[in-house]
């Protein structure tokens, strides 16, 4: 009988950005689907829910008064404004997950990277998704139908700010055929996995079998 050797490791964030409309959503689901040793940290926001999404799930939803209240108690890692809206991210549960040898993956704009960039290190990996073009970001966002006309464009005004900012990310992704980029995005998960430095059981397991065993 072959018997599977894990080796233990330090949990690693995570990151995907993208301009609005990008795939970013589409792109999460799957691979949350897939994976038992990913777990999606929910953001919080003052933005209004969408059609279908589901409090807790996709977000927390507040008022901006709570929303302040969990910055003044430094309950978030991080936060930005974001097209007129507040959104951040909630500590304890990352901390909780990291701890426990679990990936987290990270749905979050440009300034929230960076920001966990300066806390965590190399334990965030960092995605940027782009969009095969403008006009199938537009269509994209046109046909999720989720947003009125006047929000859809204002994020298509935002989306050069956003895209400005692709060099600043470990790898950039094209979301033209959405298999192909699930699979890119698979790929550099399973390749940070094995990264020697997130290993943290080589040493021993590496002196052991110098030592014979
Ligand atoms: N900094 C930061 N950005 C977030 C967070 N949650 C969501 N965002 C970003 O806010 C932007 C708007 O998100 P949303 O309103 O859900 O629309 P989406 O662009 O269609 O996903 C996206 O760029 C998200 O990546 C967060 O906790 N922190
Ligand atoms: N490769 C793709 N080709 C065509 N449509 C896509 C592709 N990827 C995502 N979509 C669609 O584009 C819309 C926006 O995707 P979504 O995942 O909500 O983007 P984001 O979370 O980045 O705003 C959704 O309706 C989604 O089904």
């Not at 997950?97 to 960076?114: H, N, P, V």
Request: hydrophobic share 35%.
């Amino acid at each position: 009988m072959t018997e599977t050797i894990e080796i233990e490791r330090r949990g690693l964030m995570l990151v995907l950005s993208s301009p609005s409309g990008a795939g970013k959503t589409t792109i999460s689901r799957s691979l949350l689907a897939e994976d038992d040793e990913l777990a999606m940290s929910v953001s919080a926001t003052t933005r209004a829910p969408r059609p279908g999404e589901v409090e807790g799930k996709d977000y927390y939803f507040m008022e901006p008064v709570d929303f302040n209240l969990l910055i003044n108690r430094d309950e978030l890692l991080e936060h930005a404004k974001v097209f007129d809206n507040y959104y951040g991210t909630p500590r304890e549960p990352v901390e909780r997950a990291l701890a426990a040898g679990k990936d987290i993956l990270f749905d979050i704009d440009w300034q929230g990277t960076q920001q966990l960039a300066q806390k965590m290190g190399d334990d965030l990996v960092s995605i940027f998704i782009l969009p095969p073009s403008t006009q199938a970001l537009e269509k994209r966002l046109k046909t999720r139908a989720q947003d009125s006309d006047e929000v859809v464009a204002r994020r298509m005004s935002k989306a050069s700010e956003e895209i400005s900012h692709w060099a600043e990310y470990d790898y950039v992704v094209i979301n033209d055929d959405i298999n192909r980029c699930r699979a890119e995005v698979k790929a550099i998960l399973q390749a940070e996995r094995v990264r020697r430095t997130r290993r943290t059981g080589l040493l021993t397991f590496v002196e052991q079998l110098r030592e014979g065993y």
